[in-house]
């Protein structure tokens, strides 16, 4: 049965009859061959019309629909293990796993979350965020399950995106060392290990993979170990032969057992092949060949701009890709795009500046530059720790990095950003971008500690603007520091203010006073907001005629902006987007205690929790945090003095 195409999102919920009969794999596990070709389809033309309703992570997730219905098909799931990488590619699997009805609730307020998540289903055995860490966890799921003598097995699940990080390479090294029984299945969308490979080498894998095969393997080495020499022998003669077709001589080396590259989209091969490594012993390693979107033809022609999409707001719309979105109206600009913008100029003026990404060009707005400067621009795939510490290596020699990094991604690096940047005091540059809460991938997303665990690193500067103009004059502050400097901005638009076109840079350590409270003000209250709450602030000023200051600066702090601010006010209010543990609050409390001034402050920022998915406005609304909480938890306090 050929696999049906796609042209256009369904805006009307597709016919599924098959899927409809059921809510868990079990009943794949008892389908004909053309049942679950029909199942695939269903589940493909479901996941277009699912995403469209809700919005998200798109083309992965088309790409393995005949893997996950494979693996479901195989696999006794639960009890077998699958660990799906980062989580993108999983939509399918939770179609699969009774959640197809809360699909259309997924990144939602209150709905499904954006990726695998152990208390959402039994099914998501690993909950997961960031990439690289499938073969971590499956062989920690597969030694804990011998150590106990379960025979169940365990299959992780990678793209070749996450497997440039450095513990893919770690977990599939001790892998092998341990002579764990575990699969590894490398989705490969987008020929990163190899090209694509022709018949010979597909009859060839299926050869690698056959049972016949396997067992000579094993009975061959058996007779051969008796001989001097001759199991080495044996063993270089199947890797040259493997090498001659595909990239098995890397994995073969590190102890795994190579097989592919196979079609991900030949459902028949894929059930045979999986079939047969499923009950192999020791470490295995599935090569697949996938295409991103696949089914859906705009995505297949465009798999980066159909990453992810936003939902279909009504009949006739058009889905847009999530990195290509509709121009914000020209008052208001992201600040991701301030970044990109500067990049640029200060690169212009200083033939020293050098840009560098752990994989996230289009995200942080990189683009321009690496057309502009390709030879002064460095992805290096999704590798943080690597990010920083080539940055370091260049600043030793005189040039001025600029590390573009989420902040959650940061913490990946931080080992790196305190040992082999500022031990060192090197001259690099951080623009931390999605600091605070990003939306509808959740907790593993938001930016909510990056002040705290910041702000501790001796002789780190650490900046949070308020708007578009200090974010570009901030980055000008930090690149000029002679030292280890950030700047954390939020995801979105600024508040519209317009941006200069110079590289001035401001001053690192000075406050702004940007209303005073009237003179008759009874209590006196001071709001000394970070970054992204000065919007809130403002508002809340205006309510209770309070003081507000837009700190700007983390660290270091401006001395004597709290000190006045405490002398004159009756009580002191620090907001952040950041947890209040450690964070730019605790900094204003430790100076005045530092100090010996007894002053009343109420600390406002992220609660002591992992913030869940939604939209940011109504995270904000949750955690307190917007002015409408803000004025709440300051009317409270108040009420508590009296």
């Not at 256009?8 to 009859?17: G, L, N, Q, S, V």
């Not at 000579?216 to 001759?230: C, D, T």
């Not at 045979?272 to 697949?288: C, K, N, V, Y």
Request: proline residues 5%; charged residues 20%.
């Amino acid at each position: 049965m050929s696999m049906k195409l796609f042209d256009e999102i369904p805006r009307e919920r597709p016919a599924t009859p098959l899927l409809d009969t059921f809510d868990h794999p079990a009943a794949l596990r008892a389908m004909s061959a053309d049942q679950l070709a029909q199942l695939a389809d269903e589940l493909r033309a479901y996941l277009l019309y699912s995403v469209g309703v809700s919005g998200g992570h798109f083309g992965a997730g088309l790409g393995v629909v005949e893997l996950s219905v494979a693996l479901h098909h195989i696999y006794h799931t639960p009890h077998d293990r699958l660990v799906w990488d980062v989580g993108h590619q999983a939509y399918p699997h939770k179609v699969l796993t009774g959640r197809r009805e809360a699909m259309l609730s997924i990144r939602q307020h209150g709905g499904l979350a954006a990726f695998p998540r152990r208390a959402e289903s039994e099914y998501d055995t690993f909950g997961v965020g960031h990439s690289s860490t499938s073969i971590s966890a499956a062989l920690g799921m597969a030694l804990a399950a011998r150590a106990r003598g379960d025979t169940r097995r365990v299959c992780a699940i990678i793209g070749d995106g996450a497997l440039t990080a450095g513990m893919a390479f770690e977990a599939l090294a001790h892998a092998s060392h341990v002579n764990a029984n575990l699969l590894v299945i490398l989705n490969d969308n987008a020929m990163s290990i190899s090209e694509n490979v022709g018949g010979m080498a597909t009859y060839l894998s299926r050869i690698f993979s056959s049972a016949p095969f396997l067992k000579m393997r094993e009975e061959s080495k058996k007779v051969l170990s008796h001989l001097p020499g001759a199991l080495d022998i044996a063993r270089r003669t199947e890797e040259h032969m493997k090498g001659m077709v595909s990239p098995a001589t890397l994995f073969e080396e590190m102890g795994f057992n190579y097989t592919g590259p196979v079609d991900g989209h030949d459902l028949d091969g894929l059930i045979q092949t999986l079939d047969t490594l499923s009950r192999a012993e020791g470490p295995q390693f599935l090569h697949i060949k996938t295409c991103k979107g696949k089914g859906f033809l705009p995505a297949e022609a465009d798999p980066i701009g159909y990453h992810a999409i936003t939902k279909l707001e009504k009949p006739g719309s058009t889905a847009r890709a999530e990195a290509s979105p509709a121009p914000p109206a020209p008052a208001k600009r992201k600040y991701c795009a301030v970044f990109g913008e500067w990049l640029c100029d200060m690169a212009a003026a200083d033939p020293r500046l050098l840009g560098i990404t752990p994989a996230m060009r289009e995200g942080s707005d990189l683009v321009r530059f690496s057309k502009e400067y390709p030879e002064r621009y460095f992805d290096v795939a999704i590798a943080e720790q690597h990010a920083i510490t080539l940055a370091a290596g260049m600043a030793c020699e005189a040039a001025k990095p600029v590390v573009a990094i989420y902040s959650t991604f940061l913490q990946r690096g931080y080992d790196q950003l305190i040992h082999d940047v500022s031990v060192q005091a090197l001259d690099v540059t951080f623009a931390i971008d999605r600091a605070g809460l990003v939306g509808e991938d959740g907790p593993t997303h938001h930016g909510s500690m990056d002040l705290s665990f910041l702000r501790c690193v001796p002789g780190m500067v650490v900046l949070a603007p308020a708007d578009e103009a200090e974010c570009r004059a901030m980055l000008s502050a930090a690149y000029h520091h002679p030292g280890p400097a950030a700047v954390r901005y939020p995801r979105g638009t600024g508040p519209g203010v317009a941006v200069a076109e110079d590289l001035e840079p401001m001053a690192i350590g000075q406050a702004e006073v940007r209303r005073k409270a009237g003179d008759d003000a009874r209590p006196r209250i001071a709001l000394l907001a970070f970054g992204s709450m000065n919007g809130a602030a403002a508002d809340v000023a205006e309510t209770l005629d309070a003081t507000h200051v837009n700190m700007r600066s983390v660290k270091p702090l401006d001395r004597h902006a709290v000190l006045d601010a405490a002398a004159e006010h009756d009580l002191l209010v620090t907001l952040e987007e950041n947890v209040v543990a450690g964070g730019a609050g605790s900094a204003v409390g430790e100076l005045l205690a530092a100090e010996r001034i007894d002053a009343e402050v109420l600390h406002l920022g992220l609660p002591d929790a992992f913030v869940e998915h939604g939209t940011p406005a109504e995270l904000l609304a949750d955690c307190g945090l917007d002015a409408a909480g803000i004025e709440h938890a300051i009317r409270q306090r108040l009420a508590a003095r009296a």
